[in-house]
């Protein structure tokens, strides 16, 4: 086989190494240096121009792009700061799969331990968005009955949901680098990659929409909202039907069903103004305690405009495949 001079160079693909090759869709073929099969990529980190916020931001970077080995390095003859060595183990509890595995006063490695071929994408998506779906209904709880419990409960998943978002980018980033791990993580090719980041960010934000209804319900007097029971009564309603909006999104994106997709932008459209609607038949209540209905209203309200975003990323991933709607030639 004969292969482009620089890509050779560039990966140092020699005369009788072996490579790999993969057929993939709408007739294109894959070579792959045998240095992309391997699974111990490593990184060092110089910790010394960094500070612990940024060292930390580092790791979850070299963690992201898939680094099976971290090193953190202090230069020679010095040993790593306090502060470093406690961002090293904030990030170790913070990323899915990783682990301490030798310390040293100049020096700390860290493994993750994460095997793609245990996760797939789709199944990935669907546990980050049925998280963001048990915080935003425990937040909803606990303001309807003035629950503090079930509040905090719904800020101790965020840390969950923060380690399937980042998880997800860590499989997304080495699928793409290699696409013999698109196959593992339940992947025909590579194709979807893009639209998954896309749609992992948009769920990582709906988590923190419910975050931030959670928050409301800890931090308020009472831990409730001042309104009436026919009010509350049309919020929880109303997070019900974005719960449903955002499943089904997530449902057309891993299914590739077209039909669904429309049925989302549908919904989305049915739902009106819901925000306006329930704040315009509001009592008169003081600025403070309107103002945190409204934050409310808000969150429910953007949670569902990420719903309609992954319908829309959800129809392309359909419309890129044959079926009753589309022969593609």
């Not at 940024?54 to 680094?67: D, F, K, N, P």
């Not at 245990?118 to 049925?130: A, G």
């Not at 048990?134 to 709880?141: A, D, H, L």
């Not at 409730?224 to 997070?239: A, G, H, K, Q």
């Given at each position: 086989m004969t292969l482009p001079a620089e890509w050779a160079q560039k990966h140092s693909v020699e005369k009788a190494d072996e490579v790999s090759l993969r057929m993939g869709g709408k007739g294109t073929l894959t070579v792959m240096p045998e240095s992309v099969q391997g699974e111990e990529a490593e990184a060092a980190i110089h910790a010394e121009n960094l500070d612990a916020d940024a060292l930390e931001r580092a790791i979850l970077s070299q963690y992201v792009l898939g680094r099976r080995i971290i090193h953190i390095e202090?230069?020679?003859?010095?040993?790593?700061?306090?502060?470093?060595?406690?961002?090293?183990?904030?990030?170790?509890?913070?990323?899915?799969?990783?682990?301490?595995?030798?310390?040293?006063?100049?020096?700390?490695?860290?493994?993750?331990s994460v095997d793609p071929e245990d996760f797939t994408l789709d199944n990935l998506l669907e546990r980050l968005e049925s998280t963001g779906a048990t915080m935003r209904n425990e937040g909803i709880k606990a303001l309807a009955h003035g629950n503090p419990d079930l509040a905090q409960r719904a800020l101790n998943r965020e840390r969950q949901a923060n380690k399937i978002f980042v998880l997800l980018l860590r499989l997304i980033f080495t699928s793409y680098q290699n696409p013999n791990l698109a196959r593992a993580v339940g992947l025909d090719d590579g194709f979807p990659l893009i639209g998954y980041r896309s749609i992992a960010k948009n769920l990582e934000l709906t988590a923190d929409n419910a975050e931030d209804i959670a928050e409301i319900a800890l931090e308020t007097e009472g831990h409730t909202l001042n309104v009436d029971d026919s009010t509350m009564r049309r919020i929880r309603e109303f997070t019900d039907d974005v719960g449903e909006l955002s499943e089904l999104a997530v449902e057309a994106a891993v299914e590739r069903d077209y039909d669904l997709a429309i049925e989302v932008r549908e919904q989305f459209q049915a739902f009106g103004d819901r925000e306006t609607d329930i704040l315009d038949e509001l009592d008169e209540l003081p600025n403070d305690e309107l103002l945190r209905v409204r934050e409310v209203l808000v969150s429910l309200q953007q949670t569902t405009e990420y719903a309609v975003r992954n319908a829309e990323i959800a129809t392309n991933l359909a419309l890129n495949e044959e079926s009753e709607h589309t022969t593609i030639q």
């Amino acid at each position: 086989m004969t292969l482009p001079a620089e890509w050779a160079q560039k990966h140092s693909v020699e005369k009788a190494d072996e490579v790999s090759l993969r057929m993939g869709g709408k007739g294109t073929l894959t070579v792959m240096p045998e240095s992309v099969q391997g699974e111990e990529a490593e990184a060092a980190i110089h910790a010394e121009n960094l500070d612990a916020d940024a060292l930390e931001r580092a790791i979850l970077s070299q963690y992201v792009l898939g680094r099976r080995i971290i090193h953190i390095e202090s230069p020679a003859g010095e040993t790593l700061d306090s502060a470093h060595i406690n961002a090293v183990y904030n990030a170790e509890t913070q990323l899915m799969g990783l682990g301490v595995v030798e310390e040293t006063p100049e020096s700390i490695a860290i493994r993750c331990s994460v095997d793609p071929e245990d996760f797939t994408l789709d199944n990935l998506l669907e546990r980050l968005e049925s998280t963001g779906a048990t915080m935003r209904n425990e937040g909803i709880k606990a303001l309807a009955h003035g629950n503090p419990d079930l509040a905090q409960r719904a800020l101790n998943r965020e840390r969950q949901a923060n380690k399937i978002f980042v998880l997800l980018l860590r499989l997304i980033f080495t699928s793409y680098q290699n696409p013999n791990l698109a196959r593992a993580v339940g992947l025909d090719d590579g194709f979807p990659l893009i639209g998954y980041r896309s749609i992992a960010k948009n769920l990582e934000l709906t988590a923190d929409n419910a975050e931030d209804i959670a928050e409301i319900a800890l931090e308020t007097e009472g831990h409730t909202l001042n309104v009436d029971d026919s009010t509350m009564r049309r919020i929880r309603e109303f997070t019900d039907d974005v719960g449903e909006l955002s499943e089904l999104a997530v449902e057309a994106a891993v299914e590739r069903d077209y039909d669904l997709a429309i049925e989302v932008r549908e919904q989305f459209q049915a739902f009106g103004d819901r925000e306006t609607d329930i704040l315009d038949e509001l009592d008169e209540l003081p600025n403070d305690e309107l103002l945190r209905v409204r934050e409310v209203l808000v969150s429910l309200q953007q949670t569902t405009e990420y719903a309609v975003r992954n319908a829309e990323i959800a129809t392309n991933l359909a419309l890129n495949e044959e079926s009753e709607h589309t022969t593609i030639q």
